[in-house]
């Protein structure tokens, strides 16, 4: 069978590869659309952010490796022994970051906290691939409302629904979102489903900006146009919000924000009110801890999403109650046009793409 492997950052190749075999507790799947997330897509090229080192380390000892494939909607194709809760045909998506199931986290049934368990794509071959092998407790059975190119989609919205879950909203309470690629826009119609009173996004984008009034967006800040620290604070009285989703740090290479947002996001954030970090950064940098401190901010990261927010979220989008299909901008026919996807995946500003760009292997 045909899967893409790395030999190299920046050398991916379509290598001929063995069928992977069929182990217990696993099921073997056809990949039906797959996409990058933003953070492959940014290492593919070597670009530092999260697990940048371990990518390194495992390309420069174990390469060639099947690297990546996280985000997928696939068909199954066999079970392994022991699987109960899938057969053959189901359509199935997955979570990536799985517990270890024997630490002291997992025994104590907090298995989103445990880091020692495998990541597909990265520990694990993930979907750029023919045919895959993947974990049956990484699993959830695709509603048939959704199509395979929204349920490619579902992992990531997962992580979304962990996010806001974090932020405990309350009800009626004000958020702002700074960017609105697709996790923004995820954690803006999420926020929305959870007791937000009003919702405030900001963008740099003018696209984006329309998206999110489209999926729910009170009012949405350009931040090319205005000071968006000052706008939120004259929305709020002066106060700012109660909660910020901090969605658009990351590096500017790639259209993303740098650090700036983060420092706006602190100021457009009431007192004693909560910032959630959603961004990765691929590097430390300085933040005021001081101004925190005095004015008792709360600088929250989501856990790890679980197969029950995985089920949650099929059922969100199943019913309608978040919207996917606006925000899929980019769709590419065949396994070999993984690259392309890759490349605008990673500079989105430049495609003016708002979800990664998917990749359909099967109709
Ligand atoms: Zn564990």
């Given at each position: 069978m045909k899967a893409w492997r790395f030999h190299a950052f920046g050398d991916m190749r379509l290598d001929e590869v063995a069928v992977p075999e069929l182990k217990p507790g696993h099921v073997l799947v056809e990949p039906l659309c797959v996409q990058p997330s933003v953070t492959e897509a940014q290492l593919a090229f070597g670009?530092?952010?999260?697990?940048?080192?371990?990518?390194?380390?495992?390309?420069?000892?174990?390469?060639?490796?099947?690297?990546?494939?996280?985000?997928?909607?696939?068909?199954?194709?066999?079970?392994?022994?022991?699987?109960?809760?899938?057969?053959?045909?189901?359509?199935?998506?997955?979570?990536?970051?799985?517990?270890?199931?024997?630490?002291?986290?997992?025994?104590?049934?907090?298995?989103?906290?445990?880091?020692?368990?495998?990541?597909?794509?990265?520990?694990?071959?993930?979907?750029?691939?023919?045919?895959?092998?993947?974990?049956?407790?990484?699993?959830?059975?695709?509603?048939?409302?959704?199509?395979?190119?929204?349920?490619?989609?579902?992992?990531?919205?997962?992580?979304?629904?962990?996010?806001?879950?974090?932020?405990?909203?309350?009800?009626?309470?004000?958020?702002?979102?700074?960017?609105?690629?697709?996790?923004?826009?995820?954690?803006?119609q999420i926020a929305r489903l959870s007791g937000a009173g009003r919702i405030i996004t900001v963008d740099v984008r003018d696209e984006a900006c329309r998206m999110s009034v489209e999926l729910g967006a009170d009012h949405a800040l350009n931040a090319r146009q205005v000071d968006v620290v000052e706008a939120i604070r004259e929305l709020t009285e002066g106060n700012g919000a109660d909660v910020v989703f901090e969605c658009a740090g990351g590096s500017p290479k790639q259209g993303l924000a740098g650090t700036a947002t983060v420092r706006q996001a602190m100021q457009a954030v009431r007192s004693g009110g909560k910032l959630v970090g959603v961004s990765w950064f691929g590097a430390p940098f300085e933040v005021d801890i001081d101004g925190m401190r005095e004015r008792s901010l709360r600088y929250v990261f989501p856990d790890i999403s679980t197969l029950a927010h995985l089920e949650h979220t099929v059922r969100l989008a199943a019913t309608g109650r978040v919207r996917i299909k606006p925000t899929l901008t980019h769709a590419l026919e065949g396994l070999d046009k993984v690259p392309e996807a890759f490349t605008i995946t990673a500079n989105k500003g430049k495609y003016h793409a708002i979800n990664p760009a998917q990749v359909i292997l099967k109709h």
């Amino acid at each position: 069978m045909k899967a893409w492997r790395f030999h190299a950052f920046g050398d991916m190749r379509l290598d001929e590869v063995a069928v992977p075999e069929l182990k217990p507790g696993h099921v073997l799947v056809e990949p039906l659309c797959v996409q990058p997330s933003v953070t492959e897509a940014q290492l593919a090229f070597g670009i530092p952010t999260l697990a940048y080192e371990r990518v390194k380390r495992r390309l420069e000892t174990e390469a060639p490796i099947a690297l990546f494939g996280h985000e997928f909607c696939a068909r199954v194709l066999e079970t392994g022994p022991g699987v109960t809760r899938f057969r053959r045909g189901d359509r199935i998506a997955a979570r990536a970051k799985l517990p270890c199931g024997q630490c002291g986290m997992c025994r104590s049934e907090q298995g989103n906290r445990c880091r020692s368990g495998p990541v597909i794509g990265f520990d694990l071959p993930g979907c750029f691939a023919e045919v895959a092998s993947l974990p049956e407790l990484a699993l959830v059975r695709v509603d048939d409302r959704l199509d395979n190119r929204e349920a490619a989609c579902l992992q990531s919205l997962s992580d979304s629904v962990a996010a806001v879950e974090t932020a405990s909203l309350a009800m009626g309470d004000t958020v702002a979102i700074f960017g609105q690629g697709s996790m923004g826009l995820e954690c803006l119609q999420i926020a929305r489903l959870s007791g937000a009173g009003r919702i405030i996004t900001v963008d740099v984008r003018d696209e984006a900006c329309r998206m999110s009034v489209e999926l729910g967006a009170d009012h949405a800040l350009n931040a090319r146009q205005v000071d968006v620290v000052e706008a939120i604070r004259e929305l709020t009285e002066g106060n700012g919000a109660d909660v910020v989703f901090e969605c658009a740090g990351g590096s500017p290479k790639q259209g993303l924000a740098g650090t700036a947002t983060v420092r706006q996001a602190m100021q457009a954030v009431r007192s004693g009110g909560k910032l959630v970090g959603v961004s990765w950064f691929g590097a430390p940098f300085e933040v005021d801890i001081d101004g925190m401190r005095e004015r008792s901010l709360r600088y929250v990261f989501p856990d790890i999403s679980t197969l029950a927010h995985l089920e949650h979220t099929v059922r969100l989008a199943a019913t309608g109650r978040v919207r996917i299909k606006p925000t899929l901008t980019h769709a590419l026919e065949g396994l070999d046009k993984v690259p392309e996807a890759f490349t605008i995946t990673a500079n989105k500003g430049k495609y003016h793409a708002i979800n990664p760009a998917q990749v359909i292997l099967k109709h």
